[in-house]
Antibody, heavy 118, light 111 residues
Framework: QVELVESGGGAVQTGTSLRLSCAASGFTFRSYQMHWVRQAPGKGLEWLAVIWYDGSNSHYGDSVKGRFTISRDNSRNTLYLQMNNLRGEDTAVYYC???????????WGRGTLVTVSS | QSALTQPASVSGSPGQSITISCSGT?????????VSWYQQYPGKAPKLMIY???YRPSGVSDRFSASKSGNTASLTISALQAEDEADYYC???????????FGGGTKLTVL
């Protein structure tokens, strides 16, 4: 079945690092752009990053540029988000989302919660 | 970067129609055909309802329609049903800085 499953979330301290994973199944992963989107508790959606289908290019939102890195392993059908120097405002549910070669998200994972505290 | 502007809440009775607006700038909504809309139930992942301004994915009810005029996009839900009660988010590609913006979300209440 077509799905995305995030993992790697948890409770961490300010200033530390965390790597999220997103396992894709049921579709040709290497054919799609992939994105990370987050949602702070009780707040709206915030786009974080995109990576091209072949990993050749990536772009980031201003709030995470320089701290977060998106990557992918097409041989493992897996998307990653390396998050460094975490702050309290990074506390959120993190979703991976599939993007056809146009700027929308047609498949979402269930999300993984990241809680950052001091 | 500022989010796209949506009303915080809208409401309607079953059978009625409602419209949710989403305002941006010429750098995002006004200059892009990549406007999309998402439905989200509490504790669940968002679901794509509209893409490329006005196209519905397979499986989405034709009660959902959308359009764009200038820097403002709109989502209309006709013949409201109880199951439509959810949060709705607009999104647009942006040609500068952060490439994708979301609206702040609109809570739809079906009275």
């Amino acid at each position: 079945q077509v799905e995305l499953v995030e993992s790697g979330g948890g409770a961490v301290q300010t200033g530390t690092s965390l790597r999220l994973s997103c396992a894709a199944s049921g579709f040709t992963f290497r054919s799609y752009q992939m994105h990370w989107v987050r949602q702070a508790p009780g707040k709206g959606l915030e786009w974080l990053a995109v990576i091209w289908y072949d990993g050749s290019n990536s772009h980031y939102g201003d709030s995470v540029k320089g701290r977060f890195t998106i990557s992918r392993d097409n041989s493992r059908n897996t998307l990653y988000l390396q998050m460094n120097n975490l702050r309290g405002e990074d506390t959120a549910v993190y979703y991976c989302a599939r993007g056809p070669l146009r700027w929308y998200f047609d498949l979402w994972g269930r999300g993984t919660l990241v809680t950052v505290s001091s | 970067q500022s989010a796209l502007t949506q009303p915080a809440s809208v409401s309607g009775s079953p059978g009625q129609s409602i419209t949710i607006s989403c305002s941006g700038t010429s750098s995002d909504i006004g200059g892009s055909n990549y406007v999309s809309w998402y439905q989200q139930y509490p504790g669940k992942a968002p679901k794509l309802m509209i893409y490329d301004v006005s196209y519905r994915p397979s499986g989405v009810s034709d009660r959902f329609s959308a359009s764009k005029s200038g820097n403002t996009a709109s989502l209309t839900i006709s013949a409201l049903q109880a199951e439509d009660e959810a949060d709705y988010y607009c999104s647009s590609y942006r040609s500068i800085s952060t490439l994708v913006l979301f609206g702040g979300g609109t809570k739809l209440t079906v009275l």
